[in-house]
């Protein structure tokens, strides 16, 4: 009591002038990324500091040196997972379709092949539902580096969350700054840092396309995937991409126990065509890489032979979870409110973003039983009154908001023929003359 306390302010770290310099527009090196990665996992830099770096990257742009030398820092600086094998297979969806619950179809299929297939999976950020989402209904995620490596001994798969694990964790430093704002500028580092630290050696890219994806055209999915593969090879990855078609949510579910009850059916040859098609066609490509032939027709025996059905139950048993479980088993939201057609015509559209927000709003992912549940597709005919879609919640109050956001957005559009509705509005509307105002006589 009563003494001195010398107080010096803290000096800025280093990584600010190099922060300073890329928004100046300027190309960083590989040791200066190194400084700011690290000082991103030290905390040594503000909110705003990381916000201002962020946007810069998205203004400026990265160049193919920039974007190896941000994957390697962000491997370097977090765990490393090393296989005895040589070979190690992974498959990544960049994501932005609804529904896309292949994973849990893909990896017990490869499995199923003799390929081993550690996969690690994000949740949910903005989707109704990630791949951890949609598995830790089925059996516990979270599993540690030790753990991981045992089940992956025992089933040659796994699907767990990556965020319980230390690999690549500035990765999620950015991820937190870039979804306030809306921009993914670090995408390939992103995903090749995370692919790096677990091992993989052979890696397939999803690239969805469509109006409503993140991929509009083909030509931009081509350059996206010179990138990823270019960035492959730098970092000794064997990648290939497939581009898929991003138009519609993949199969009927949208929501964590919704996807997974829809994906242990296809894997019991029921379940929509459209998830199993693209299961199999992706399964397919990683058998390829692997040397085998004709990797599609194998993928989709090893499902219709139950060998893939089989695969995922040993995997849902060492992870913890139950073998026997049933689709019917998997709980749901017990509120339902189904969504019918005012009109008949031809389903023409169905809005990816609208369907998520509406299962969003309806609880998913946090509530594990809420969701959507489509039952209709692009180009099905539909009467009038029959059921769209069917909103399912664990809360009266998300349920209601979940239909009056619904009823705005009707996220499913019917055509109509030509001369049911030509003329839809008229301005100035004409308003039927007022009566004539008489006294009583």
């Known amino acids: 009591e009563g003494g001195e306390v010398d107080i010096q302010p803290a000096e800025k770290p280093e990584s600010i002038r190099f922060i300073q310099d890329k928004i100046e527009g300027r190309r960083l090196t590989a040791p200066e990324i190194k400084s700011i990665v690290v000082d991103v ?11 201002s770096f962020v946007t810069a990257l998205k203004i400026r ?17 977090g765990e490393v997972i090393a296989w005895e094998e040589e070979r190690v297979f992974d498959k990544h969806s960049i994501g932005g379709v609804p529904g896309d619950k292949t994973t849990l179809l893909v990896v017990p299929i490869l499995a199923s092949a003799g390929l081993l297939i550690p996969k690690t999976s994000s949740r ?51 991820i937190n700054v870039e979804y306030p704002l809306s921009i993914d500028p670090l995408l390939l580092p992103s995903i090749m840092s995370k692919k790096k630290a677990i091992g993989s050696t052979h890696v397939l890219i ?21 990138d990823f593969i270019e960035l492959g090879r730098r970092l000794n990855i064997h990648v290939e991409c497939a581009v898929t078609y991003g138009e519609q949510p993949i199969g009927y579910a949208v929501g964590p126990a919704l996807e997974a009850r829809e994906a ?4 019991m040859g029921r379940g929509p065509i459209d998830l199993r098609e693209k299961a199999t066609n992706l399964a ?5 890489m692997a ?37 019917e088993d998997i709980e749901i939201g017990e509120k339902c409110e189904v969504i019918t057609s005012d009109q008949r015509g031809r389903v023409v559209a169905i809005s990816n973003s609208a369907v998520a927000h509406i299962a969003r709003e309806a609880g998913a992912p946090k509530d594990k039983g809420a969701g959507v549940l489509l039952k209709v597709k692009l180009g099905d005919e539909v009467s009038e009154g029959e059921p769209l879609f069917e909103i399912y919640a664990e809360r009266g109050w998300k349920m209601e908001a979940a239909v009056s956001l619904a009823e705005s957005l009707r996220p499913i559009r019917l055509s109509r023929r030509i001369e049911e509705r030509m003329l839809i509005e008229r301005f100035p509307k004409r308003f039927p003359p007022k009566e004539p105002f008489l006294l009583e006589r």
Do not use: Y
């Open 206 to 226: 999803d690239i969805p396309m469509g109006t409503q994806a993140k991929v509009k055209t083909l030509e931009e999915a081509h350059a996206l995937a010179r």
């Open 291 to 327: 040397g085998i032939e004709d990797g599609k027709a194998m993928a989709t025996h090893l499902v219709e032979a139950g060998e893939a059905e089989g695969k995922l139950r040993e995997i849902i048993s060492a992870q913890g979870g139950d073998p026997e479980v049933m689709p």
């Open 284 to 288: 397919g490509v990683l058998l390829e």
């Open 124 to 174: 949910a950020i903005t989707s109704p539902a990630g791949t951890a989402d949609r598995v830790e209904v089925l059996c516990p995620v979270d599993l540690t580096i030790d753990e991981i490596r045992e089940v992956v001994r025992e089933t040659r798969g796994c699907m767990v969350w990556g965020g319980a694990l230390e690999l690549a964790p500035a990765d999620d430093l950015f």
């Open 264 to 267: 242990l059916e296809a894997l």
């Open 61 to 77: 742009g990265l160049s193919m040196d920039e974007v190896e030398a941000f994957t390697r820092a962000m491997v370097e600086t």
């Open 41 to 51: 996992i030290e905390n040594r830099l503000s909110d705003v500091e990381l916000a």
